[in-house]
């Protein structure tokens, strides 16, 4: 069985930051692509941003510049540095990975930007 666990949400004030973890576990032969996506109450869920096994990003026009995803050499947890954050990023972030020729996603992690 595989699995996706996200962790690092939380409450942080404008101009903070997070960083989200995503650990991919289970029986796992091949681990392709990983990312991260957002759903804000109302919205539909959005991309945020991408990486590929061998590094390459891909990342929503608007967050360029205060988000940062990464993977460990591992190539089985995927992190999201979110920075200079603002009330509009408040959203369920969910992870999503190619593991197996299969697409799993995480249950999501609640980020709330407030003060």
């Known amino acids: 069985q595989v699995q996706l666990v996200e962790s690092g949400g939380g409450l942080v004030q404008p101009g903070g930051s997070l960083r989200l973890s995503c650990a991919a576990s289970?029986?796992?032969?091949?681990?392709?692509?990983m990312g991260w996506y957002r759903q804000a109450p109302g919205n539909q869920r959005e991309l945020v941003a991408t990486?590929?096994?061998?590094?390459?990003?891909n990342y929503a026009d608007s967050l360029k510049g205060r988000f940062t995803i990464s993977r460990d050499n591992a190539k089985t947890t995927v992190y999201l540095q979110m920075n200079s954050l603002k009330p509009e990023d408040t959203a369920v972030y969910f992870c999503k990975a190619r593991i197996n020729l299969s697409y799993y996603w995480g249950q999501g992690t609640q980020v709330t930007v407030s003060s």
């Open positions: 990486i590929t096994s061998s590094g390459s990003t």
């Open positions: 289970g029986l796992i032969f091949s681990i392709e692509n």
